[in-house]
């Protein structure tokens, strides 16, 4: 069974930095891309960044891109989300989610391209 657990969220200045983490039990992630996204209260969920450690691809959305960057660690079979400069806005409920299918080299930037996905962890970065 695969499970994937976020860690990491918590209550932030703006201005100040999270790091958050993502492991997957059950399966190796090596092949499959991983991918975080986020929700916001009263919107949409979003793409954040995508991962596909086999052809080193990693797809930063443009909302977050100079500020927020994706990493992976096969031996622990876990991801990370590194943000810096938080703002006010980028307060939401960040979640990781695992694809079930290999790619190649390709990184899903829609939420139909991953199977398997965490419970998030609350990310809030005050003014």
């Known amino acids: 069974q695969v499970q994937v657990v976020e860690s990491g969220g918590g209550l932030v200045q703006a201005g100040g930095s999270l790091r958050l983490s993502c492991a997957i039990s059950?399966?190796?992630?090596?092949?499959?891309?991983m991918g975080w996204f986020r929700r916001a209260p009263g919107k949409e969920r979003e793409f954040v960044a995508g991962i596909n450690r086999s052809a080193g691809n990693i797809v930063i959305a443009d909302s977050v891109k100079g500020r927020f960057t994706m990493s992976g660690d096969d031996a622990k079979n876990a991801v990370y989300l590194q943000m810096n400069s938080l703002k006010p806005e980028d307060t939401a409920r960040y979640y990781c989610?695992?694809?079930?299918?290999?790619?190649?080299?390709?990184?899903?930037?829609?939420?139909?391209?991953?199977?398997?996905w965490g419970q998030g962890t609350q990310v809030t970065v005050s003014s």
């Open positions: 989610a695992a694809a079930s299918s290999i790619a190649l080299s390709a990184v899903p930037t829609t939420a139909s391209g991953y199977g398997y």
């Open positions: 059950g399966r190796t992630f090596s092949g499959y891309p």
